[in-house]
């Protein structure tokens, strides 16, 4: 597929680099500021803390015997 895509555009390669740059930039701005924030009104957060393990609470993996 992406040799498809290479093979498709104009100009030698440098050309290619330079509206491969711009087509990447232009789908990142309009993920950014656009569909991660019409996503966001549909996710609901959770409280979630990182932090120390809470004392008396059993972590990692137990032995298998």
């Known amino acids: 597929m992406y040799a498809a895509l290479w093979r ?3 100009g030698p390669w440098w050309v290619k680099v330079l509206i491969l740059v711009v087509l990447v930039a232009a789908v990142l701005y309009g993920l950014m500021f656009y569909v991660f924030p019409w996503v966001s009104q549909f996710i609901v957060p ?6 120390l393990p809470v004392r008396g609470a059993v972590g ?3 032995p298998i015997a």
């Open 46 to 51: 959770q409280d979630v803390t990182v932090g």
């Open 60 to 62: 990692g993996a137990s």
């Open 8 to 10: 498709g555009l104009p």
